[in-house]
């Protein structure tokens, strides 16, 4: 029989390395990736920048973190309910409940401490952005749940979301309210997600109702008759937007910005896995990421000018 000794160094060095892949295992729960999603947020410092003080930037900023934590709750619980979905994708089995890298027990453990103390951060933060926050907890639990096994209402939902997200954004710093900007937020979201499920569609083929049930009610043809529409309607509502609650004629330049932006993200699912995965476009493609710095740059330098 042989016995096996290990030096203190070397097994110090095992055990520095399983717990950062223990960290690294639930960070990728956390789909801390997919925070981006959340910058939406800050559309209350976009709105008010004409009144902006530090502590409006501070507000914003632990709102935003609020915001990632209770996503995140949403996405453990969402990866709980559809563990046994996600063994049959080719990239969310590998996500650390389908893979098992994380243990179910573990995940509960989390949402319980999680979701709980966000809400109650929320609330004690502003009573109006609780709210939100609460309803968009409670939103995706019943889309986790039932919701999305409903065509276009899972697509919706999800849109709902990112309204919900500018919304919040705008209570915490009691800004202005926009219904232009939350319309073309709601239209642009909704091309998003038609777009994540046409690439579903085309990435699981013939067994993509075993992952998710309404994907066989949609269909490629449909989605491509809806997503012109969509675009037409972001870039009027975003058009009238800048046009009528911006206060400067100039900021029309801004408009081709948004165009090319939406363009370019149609270019891309038609030619790259980007489709599924939105929030990788804001991360990995270069023209999206400089349109969206140039844009933000033009924005902040022309809002407030006057007409000419």
Not at 81 to 99: A, F, G, N, Q, T
Not at 181 to 198: D, E, P, S, V, Y
Not at 259 to 288: A, C, F, M, N
Request: proline residues 4%.
């Amino acid at each position: 029989m042989i016995v096996l000794h290990f030096s203190p160094k070397v097994e110090e060095t095992r055990l520095y390395i399983e717990k950062m892949n223990v960290i690294r295992h639930f960070l990728q729960l956390f789909r801390i990736k997919q925070w981006t999603k959340n910058i939406f947020v800050f559309s209350g410092l976009l709105l008010s920048l004409d009144t902006l003080d530090w502590t409006a930037v501070g507000r914003s900023l632990l709102a935003f973190l609020l915001f990632c934590c209770i996503s995140s709750s949403v996405y453990i619980l969402n990866d709980m309910v559809d563990i046994e979905k996600d063994r049959l994708h080719p990239r969310k089995k590998l996500r650390p409940l389908p893979s098992g890298s994380i243990k179910l027990r573990h995940a509960v453990a989390a949402l319980l401490l999680l979701g709980p103390c966000t809400l109650v951060a929320s609330f004690w933060l502003n009573p109006q952005f609780g709210c939100v926050v609460a309803a968009y907890f409670l939103l995706n639990v019943s889309y986790c749940f039932k919701l999305k096994d409903y065509v276009f209402v899972d697509v919706i939902i999800i849109s709902t979301g990112f309204v919900l997200r500018a919304l919040s954004g705008i209570f915490v710093v009691e800004g202005r309210l926009s219904l232009w900007f939350l319309l073309a937020i709601a239209f642009l979201t909704l091309f998003l997600g038609l777009n994540k499920r046409k690439k579903e569609i085309l990435t699981l083929a013939e067994g993509s109702h075993h992952h998710r049930k309404n994907l066989d009610k949609y269909s490629i043809a449909l989605i491509n008759e809806i997503i012109p529409m969509l675009t037409s309607c972001t870039i009027l509502s975003y058009s009238f937007f800048i046009i009528y609650e911006t206060g400067s004629k100039l900021m029309i330049v801004t408009i081709p910005m948004a165009l090319y932006g939406i363009l370019r993200y149609q270019y891309l699912t038609s030619r790259t896995d980007y489709g599924e995965s939105p929030e990788l476009v804001l991360l990995k493609d270069k023209p999206i990421v400089l349109i969206m710095l140039l844009w933000l740059v033009v924005y902040v330098s022309l809002l407030g000018q006057p007409f000419l």
